[in-house]
């Protein structure tokens, strides 16, 4: 009897657990059993070569590859400050009072809920060069218009601007409910005690706001990194390789040029460092007690 | 007062900030609708017409000519289909993480938070060689069971946050009166956090709707789903603008519709419950 209590949560959490294995577990080992071979895609299976850790030199002594790794980079940096600040700035906005506030709330989610690949066609519209409306605008206004997705030089900010105008709304809404926390009297009491707006911003405010603002961080970090929906439906990591982040270079070596082989063994190296930065993420949550009150609760 | 001073050019700039975040958010999404309905004439109208004569063509056109109900009921099945295997086998591993400690825990349930975070292309390589070896390609089968990578840990971590909340003394209760463990989920626990449970498998339906390159990679003629099927508007010759906008306005009706619904538990959801 007291084995089988022993073993009761293993079976709870079998069938889920097993069904991961299969599908997550499983696939990395292929590929990592894969990335030691030169094979392509649709030859037979006996021209599989064995070449040790050839893919890995490859890949690291590739420019396209550190050339992809640069653009998502930038293209990480770029989106996550901007999203964060002007998230946290249209949060404070929607936290104080004006006429229409839960609806305004609402509508500023939207973005969130397109389908990544409609928003990639929307902005595929509106930036045309020729009938877009926002060349019409900067046209009409007599500013100098631009080739957007099109242009060399402005493909990747272009890219990193639909990106914002999707995921801005994520850390507005992540970070609002972080200011809902906020108490009031808190705010009163520090007012009373002569601290300024700045420094009750600073010193209450935020001390609120710390795991909200470290959660919108992290996980804009680890979806910007792994971007390909937007960037496919907008520009197939194009003109050139202006806008070609990791996963679309990954997509295009795998299923394009056919190097299986070479794109497991850059799939393995990309998900070490999306790893490392998943690790950052686990130490956190696990630090402001998501299991921390599992002692009290858990049935022994 | 210095203060009251500055308060109406104040109110006048936050009004003027608010509509310019509404118009920020709307119009792209009404510029596509706009789009859907125009004829291909009024589409390449410059300066763009805003004032047309609206026509149900492009809609007509893919249904009629672009099979396009054909995909509209994968993705449906699809998305319902893998909601409900997650939520089944979700909510009972959740009970497992919530309510017993065992070896290997932590290492597990984190584990399961590193699939969720994994980038799908580095998955999907290997699972496309895989699925053309058991002859599943281009089936509806082996992309639900793909999409349990998606939903299967997001149910879990979220699921288990709910349950967490639910006072262990219920448990206790049940369990004097002789349930087993199972019992006592799906006759005390479940009806408890039902409203998170649902909120959560309307999310999990919207990851699935909008989810693309397992899509675009698992599947063919046959099996392919909406998001996949917007993009073969473009071809070579061109894009057909006016019948992909129509497709991409069917696609993302149904899930403003779910989005505002699951508002309340936007927040847990989407942060994997590390935000309340």
């Known amino acids: 009897m007291t084995i089988r209590k022993q073993y009761r949560p293993y079976l709870l959490i079998a069938p889920a657990t097993i069904i991961l294995m299969i599908i997550a577990l499983y696939p990395f080992v292929y590929a990592l059993q894969l990335s030691l071979y030169r094979w392509e895609m649709g030859q037979a299976v006996e021209a599989k070569k064995f070449i040790g850790v050839l893919n890995y030199i490859k890949a690291l002594l590739s420019s ?3 050339t992809a790794l640069g653009t998502t980079a930038v293209y990480t940096a770029a989106t996550v400050v901007v999203e964060f600040g002007l998230g946290l700035a249209v949060a404070l906005l929607l936290n104080g009072e004006f006429v229409g506030r839960s609806v305004v709330r609402s509508i500023a989610i939207i973005p969130l809920a397109v389908t990544p690949v409609v928003v ?5 519209v509106l930036y045309n060069t020729d009938y877009g409306l926002i060349n019409f605008i900067l046209h009409e206004l007599g500013l100098p218009t631009s080739k957007w997705i099109a242009g060399m030089s402005t493909a990747l900010i ?3 601007i639909v990106d914002i105008w999707q995921w801005t709304p994520f850390a507005t809404l992540i970070l609002l409910a972080g200011l809902q926390t906020v108490p009031i009297d808190v705010l009163e009491a520090s007012k009373i005690d002569g601290a300024s707006g700045l420094q009750r911003f600073r010193y209450v405010t935020l001390a609120f706001l710390r795991t909200p603002i470290l959660v919108v961080l992290l996980f804009r970090t680890i979806d910007s990194f792994k971007v390909f929906d937007n960037i496919y439906a907008l520009t197939m990591g194009g003109p ?3 806008t070609e982040t990791l996963s679309m270079h990954l997509y295009i070596q795998g299923f394009r040029n056919r190097h299986m082989g070479y794109a497991s063994a850059m799939g393995i190296l990309f998900l070490i460092v999306v790893t490392l930065i998943c690790q950052l993420f686990i130490r956190v949550i696990d630090n402001q007690g998501t299991s921390s009150n599992d002692g009290s609760r858990t049935r022994r | 007062m210095k203060s009251r001073m500055w308060k109406l050019p104040k109110t006048i700039l936050v009004y003027l900030v608010v509509i310019l975040i509404v118009a920020a958010c709307v119009v792209p999404v009404l510029w596509i609708l706009l789009t859907a309905v125009k004829e291909q004439a009024d589409i390449f109208a410059m300066p763009p017409k805003l004032f047309f004569r609206p026509t149900m063509a492009n809609f007509v056109d893919i249904f009629a000519n672009r099979n396009f109900l054909h995909y509209l009921v994968n993705s449906v099945v699809l998305a319902v289909s893998t909601t409900l295997l997650a939520v089944v086998l979700g909510v009972v591993a959740a009970y497992g993480f919530s309510r017993y400690n065992f070896k290997g825990k932590k290492d597990i349930f984190f584990w399961i938070l590193s699939v969720r975070m994994s980038p799908a292309i580095v998955a999907v390589i290997p699972l496309f060689l895989i699925i053309a070896r058991i002859g599943l390609l281009d089936n509806l089968i082996s992309v639900t ?4 990578l998606i939903n299967l840990p ?3 971590w979220v699921v288990k946050g709910f349950i967490d909340e639910v006072p262990i003394e219920l448990d206790e209760a049940a369990r004097i009166d002789g349930c087993s463990s199972l019992r006592t989920l799906v006759r005390i626990i479940v009806p408890v956090i039902s409203p998170g449970i649902a909120a959560t498998a309307i999310l999990s339906i919207i990851f699935s709707w909008n989810e693309f390159l ?14 996949v099927t917007i993009l073969q508007f473009i071809t070579l010759t061109g894009i057909n603008w006016g019948p992909m906008c129509a497709a991409g306005t069917v696609t993302i009706f149904p899930i403003f519709i779910f989005a505002l619904s699951v508002q309340k538990h936007l927040v847990r959801g989407l942060t994997l419950g590390a935000v309340k």
């Open chain 2, 154 to 156: 997001f149910i879990i």
């Open chain 1, 64 to 66: 396209d590859f550190w």
């Open chain 2, 214 to 227: 397992f899509a675009l990679v698992l599947t063919g003629i046959n099996a392919r789903t909406l998001p």
């Open chain 1, 120 to 124: 990639g066609l929307v902005w595929r």
């Open chain 1, 240 to 242: 050139g390789s202006a």
């Open chain 2, 145 to 148: 069971v793909v999409y349990l």
């Open chain 1, 158 to 160: 272009s890219v990193v």
